[in-house]
Nanobody
């Protein structure tokens, strides 16, 4: 079955960086557009970034533009999210998702301390 496993979250100070990874299995990864979502405490889940199957096009939530970069390595079946200049508003559980399938990873917690 399809499985997505996120990693790379943790506690970081404001202004710091983290790189999240999402390892995919059970799908032909290179044929699937992928997205990163996040859910902060008490808030709804929101789309943070997305990337097409081939990696040529990306999209971002306005509040993360210029700070976050989504990328993928189709040879490794892995999706990434490089997060720089983190602030407290970025504290959330981050999830990866295949765009066309209702399959979610378990999430990885990012906590930004001020």
């Amino acid at each position: 079955q399809v499985q997505l496993v996120e990693s790379g979250g943790g506690l970081v100070q404001s202004g710091g960086s983290l790189r999240l990874s999402c390892a995919a299995s059970g799908i032909i990864f290179r044929l699937n557009a992928m997205d990163w979502y996040r859910q902060a405490p008490g808030k709804e889940r929101e789309l943070v970034a997305g990337i097409t199957a081939g990696g040529s096009r990306t999209k971002y939530l306005d509040s993360v533009k210029g700070r976050f970069t989504i990328s993928r390595d189709n040879a490794k079946n892995t999706l990434y999210l490089q997060m720089n200049s983190l602030n407290s508003e970025d504290t959330a559980v981050y999830y990866c998702k295949t765009r066309d399938l209702e399959v979610w990873g378990q999430g990885t917690l990012v906590t930004v301390s001020s």
